[in-house]
């Protein structure tokens, strides 16, 4: 009886070191996609319009408005990602007849143009004021575009972002999931090692 009830004792603890391996594995992927979640929701709190990923620049000194949204909305890393403008005059006209330099900046510490790694576009001769670039992102992270263009000699510098997401952990709803099985895991071990500790030994 005895021999029983020890080999029952080392199953629960075996039991217990199994969840709680899990559990931090679980826990410790969990806060590198939260962190990315909570950049991603404050960058489109700054910059979208209306509950869509549409961003807008506006120059009222110089009557420009610049819309910019990627194609797919999420872009990730693992396919080509449109990179889509539309320049227009304030009361919504296009700006036609002008050309347009893009350059993107990749993901930095401060956020911020200087001192980062860039790829700049060819320039493109924009006629109607729509015109779009093709870009795969290499890494995800919070990436910068910036659109430099000249209409009728007004020179205009628009920033954008682009957040492009990894494979794993997309959503937020993956990171509730398994940010609950984890904890749910780790609860349920420690009850386990508890209860187990707490059972009186049959004599």
Sequence with gaps: MKSYLGMRMNLH????VVILFFSMILLSTCPVSIAHAQVQS???NELTNSGTNVQVFENKKYDVKIEFTTDP???TISNYTMLEFSVQHLDGRPIKNFIAHVTEFTPSSNLTFTGSQYYQFNPINVTNGN?????FFPSSGLYRI???LEPNGILIDAPFNVF?????????NDILIYGGIAVAAAGGGIVIYFKSRKRPAAS
């Design 73 to 75: 909305n999420r872009p």
């Design 146 to 148: 910036l659109l430099h």
């Design 164 to 172: 492009v997401h990894n494979t794993s952990f997309q959503t937020a």
């Design 13 to 16: 603890g075996y039991n217990i």
């Design 131 to 135: 015109f779009s670039v093709q870009y």
């Design 42 to 44: 404050q960058q489109q």
